[in-house]
């Protein structure tokens, strides 16, 4: 039994197509709204953007009880915010660690497109870059 059976089973099913549908926009749009970060004109709408999407993936998924997918969108949901506080530039670390979580994200998707278990977080995807240099 795959992630999407287990869901269907303990949820109602407009409520889990409702999921797929928001999850694959807001996982259509995180790679181009990384790549923005680096871009000066762009980088407070994108880094708000981003946050947004984090919490609203942990919302959903801790509703869902999908519990590697909330400890990783608040993982990367408290990254984020340091990074709005501070209010300076990404650097190339830390755009390719919001990559690679992006990529964990898309195979939760086709995960749940093929009906399988929820793949293992990467272990990398739990050490926060160094976002303070340069």
């Known amino acids: 039994m795959g992630i999407r059976?287990?869901?269907?089973?303990?949820?109602?099913?407009?409520?889990?197509?409702?999921?797929?549908?928001?999850?694959a926009m807001m996982i259509e749009i995180i790679e181009p709204l990384i790549v923005d970060l680096s871009n000066?004109?762009?980088f407070h709408r994108?880094?708000?953007e981003l946050f947004r999407i984090f919490h609203n993936i942990k919302s959903a998924t801790s509703y869902?009880?999908?519990e590697p997918m909330v400890r990783l969108a608040t993982f990367?949901?408290?990254a984020l915010e340091q990074l709005r506080t501070r209010d300076t530039k990404v650097n190339e670390e830390t755009v390719?660690?919001?990559i690679a979580v992006?990529?964990?994200f898309l195979q939760w998707q086709e995960d749940f497109k093929m009906?399988?278990?929820?793949?293992k977080i990467h272990f990398s995807l739990l050490i926060l870059p160094d976002m303070e240099k340069a």
């Not at 059976?5 to 999850?23: A, G, K, R, S, V």
């Not at 009906?115 to 793949?119: G, Q």
């Open 102 to 104: 992006s990529d964990m």
């Open 64 to 66: 869902l009880k999908i």
């Open 76 to 78: 990367s949901e408290d």
């Open 96 to 98: 390719t660690w919001l």
């Open 40 to 42: 000066e004109q762009r």
């Open 5 to 23: 059976t287990d869901l269907e089973n303990n949820f109602d099913f407009e409520i889990i197509d409702e999921f797929f549908d928001h999850y």
């Open 46 to 48: 994108s880094l708000d």
């Open 115 to 119: 009906d399988n278990e929820l793949s």
